[in-house]
């Protein structure tokens, strides 16, 4: 796997940008597509970034089928969207907000409609407003961090973040998707005893659980011996393995759970654009939605969650990618905090939800994508699932969420960028790791890491070295984790 090292000492203090990232070794453009991609300039292959892209879409495949369903619940008036039209408007949102990362801001990551703005969208939002007045609220959530980036703040705030911080987001985010990937396998559960258990009741059974191990070490095994195509290789190997277990054990189609191993018959379905544009901008904050104060804690709640989500996954996914510089800084990093940000807009629209960037990007970055040619691809698959649906539920839960295990382990060795003898930044940083797993929530880690990070410096009586902008992030965050008493105290429930 190519890599660009971010070793101190390795590169020098410019501003990110594309030319102060480029190897002094790399080849001049062999074409249009490897000049405007800067494919070469990078350390990577158009084989690659198309593994990469492919990679990529595998192991974010899923949300095609859970989005529908998350969204599947009943608005105030008892209505319920069409289960086909939103499989639409969930590959239509993932592929043109991919396809933009990559066309715009030419960064590895791939984008869909986030589980935790469709969580919220139905369990907070939808209850108390009509589905238009939800999608509304995703619109005006994903202009308001348009506006952010506009501004400026945003890359101030992802600049302002301090080096070792930006390394414990990197090894937070990858023991967060290594236990998602644990968990959709059915490797790590929920015990009723213990707070987590190993399979439903301390003891791993059935033939899903067995193919995810399978592919695990078959994938690690094949990254040991630097076999190129690693995951994705894996990935087809698992998958092939899970069609002939299936057919020849029969297994109930549930013991997968949303994809089944096996051919879907017409493999074609032709798309329903109906949800498209229908957007009631501000009706949830009238008297006929959730009122304006509820609708504003809401729309809050949306932006802190697609904000400092997505912009710690950019920072997690971009740091291992060899795209940052000696200070974290990314090249092109406003165009992708702008095309993040409309996502809220663009998913809105399309009635998918608000998009933001997936941590599965990793896995594409794992396959040796440096560029956002492999957005494009990642992109182009979710446009073809447009017409071929069924095949997504192909590749089971279980065998793609080995990749995300594998990557989860490669983003642990940020790990030795930190002075874990440093006091001032160990305990920021090593908080910033464990809460995002722990509490399930990237957002959370990040929020402890920033306020503790501020008052272990305040303590010491370097009050000023955090800068303005940590301390406002020290404000903003203490808001988001009292933000329950705060709505209690608002009469907002």
Not at 78 to 87: E, K, R, S, Y
Not at 237 to 247: H, K, P, R, W
Not at 391 to 413: F, K, R, W, Y
Request: hydrophobic letters at 50%.
């Amino acid at each position: 796997m190519t890599r660009i090292s971010t070793e101190p000492g390795t590169t020098d203090d410019r501003p990110a940008t594309d030319d102060s990232l480029t190897p002094s070794e790399a080849k001049p453009p062999k074409n249009a597509l490897d000049a405007y991609f800067k494919i070469s300039a990078r350390g990577s292959t158009f084989g690659n970034e198309l593994r990469g892209g492919l990679t990529t879409f595998m192991a974010m495949a899923y949300i095609l089928l859970l989005n529908p369903i998350l969204l599947g619940g009943a608005d105030k008036n008892g209505v319920h969207l069409d289960h086909a039209q939103l499989t639409t408007a969930t590959a239509l949102a993932a592929a043109v907000t991919t396809i933009l990362l990559g066309v715009v801001g030419n960064v590895p990551l791939a984008a869909a409609a986030g589980l935790s703005v469709s969580g919220a969208i139905s369990a907070i939002v939808v209850p108390h407003t009509t589905w238009e007045q939800a999608f509304g609220l995703c619109v005006i959530y994903g202009l308001a961090i348009v506006l952010l980036v506009v501004s400026g703040l945003r890359e101030k705030i992802m600049n302002g973040i301090p080096l070792p911080i930006k390394h414990a987001i990197t090894i937070g985010i990858g023991l967060f998707i290594a236990l998602i990937g644990l968990n959709k396998a059915g490797f790590v559960f929920q015990g009723k005893g213990p707070l987590l258990s190993l399979g439903p009741t301390g003891e791993l059974s059935g033939w899903p659980v067995l193919i995810f191990s399978i592919t695990l070490l078959t994938i690690f095994v094949l990254l040991v011996r630097n076999t190129r195509g690693a995951i994705l290789i894996g990935l087809a190997f698992g998958t092939a393995i899970a069609f002939v277990v299936n057919a020849a054990a029969g297994l109930d189609d549930k013991v997968w759970g949303l994809q089944v191993p096996k051919w879907p018959g017409s493999p074609v379905d032709s798309p329903d654009f109906g949800l498209f544009g229908h957007v009631d901008l501000f009706g949830a904050f009238g008297s006929q939605g959730m009122g304006a104060i509820s609708a504003s804690v809401a729309v809050f709640t949306l932006v802190l969650a697609g904000f400092f989500d997505a912009m710690a996954t950019i920072i997690g996914v971009g740091t291992e990618a060899g795209l940052a510089d000696k200070q974290g800084r990314m090249p092109g990093l406003s165009k992708a905090l702008f095309v993040d940000g409309a996502g809220g807009a663009i998913g809105g629209l399309s009635g998918a939800s608000g998009q933001t960037v997936f941590v599965e990007s990793a896995t594409g970055v794992g396959e040796g994508a440096r560029t956002g040619l492999a957005s494009v691809v990642t992109g182009g698959v979710f446009t073809l699932m447009l017409f071929f649906t069924p095949l997504a539920g192909m590749v089971p839960v279980q065998v793609a969420s080995a990749a995300l295990v594998v990557i989860g382990s490669m983003m642990m060795s940020q790990a030795r960028h930190i002075d874990w003898s440093d006091r001032e930044v160990a305990i920021p940083a090593f908080l910033t790791c464990v809460l995002m797993p722990f509490t399930y929530s990237i957002t959370a880690g990040v929020a402890a890491g920033v306020i503790t990070y501020c008052v272990i410096k305040a303590g010491r009586g370097k009050w000023r070295e955090p800068g303005p902008l940590m301390w406002i992030l020290t404000g903003v965050f203490l808001v988001y984790f009292a933000l329950t008493p705060i709505k209690d105290w608002l009469g907002v429930h």
